[in-house]
């Protein structure tokens, strides 16, 4: 009874691309597609230094030329995406933004949000305002300038 060595490195491919979907960044994919062309070579008959061999330079190679497309990938997320969509709209005051007080809540589209004043000014209820960040669960805004 022999024993196969490329079913182990098909595992190994497995696992590593079951575990690039748990990860973030591109970072197991590359691996365990050079496993799976090790274990391709494996079937083919070539001994462990080339199977070796194919592992190492494809992983270098895939990994190295990928790594500029991966981090524009993972890094930047399109606009709108999550709460940040919030970022740059309009909204109004319904409680009186007073940063020393801990007070504030707008209403930007039919969503509330806790807020604080960008510049510390207090603002009052009524005034339309435009979100510059978000700060955890609170909108940071500031009024909107007139003309």
């Known amino acids: 009874m022999s024993f196969h060595?490329?079913?182990?490195?098909?595992?190994?491919?497995?696992?590593?691309?079951?575990?690039?979907?748990?990860?973030?960044?591109?970072?197991?994919?590359?691996?365990?597609?050079?496993?799976?062309i090790a274990g391709i070579a494996a079937m083919l008959g070539l001994n462990a230094g080339w199977q070796w061999g194919i592992f190492v330079i494809l992983s270098a190679a895939l990994f190295g030329t990928s790594r500029k497309?991966?981090?524009?990938?993972t890094k930047q997320q399109p606009p709108g995406i999550g709460a940040d969509?919030?970022?740059?709209?309009?909204?109004?005051v319904l409680e009186e933004i007073d940063n020393i007080k801990n007070t504030g809540r707008v209403r930007i589209d039919k969503e509330e949000w806790r807020a604080d004043s960008a510049g510390g000014d207090v603002i009052p209820k009524g005034t339309i305002i435009v979100v510059t960040r978000l700060d955890g669960t609170h909108a940071?805004?500031?009024?909107?300038k007139e003309g």
Do not use: H, S, Y
């Open 69 to 73: 497309f991966a981090e524009r990938f």
């Open 5 to 36: 060595i490329w079913w182990v490195w098909m595992a190994v491919a497995a696992l590593l691309v079951v575990g690039e979907v748990f990860t973030a960044g591109f970072f197991l994919l590359w691996f365990g597609i050079a496993a799976a």
């Open 140 to 144: 940071v805004v500031q009024t909107v």
């Open 85 to 92: 969509r919030f970022v740059g709209r309009q909204g109004v």
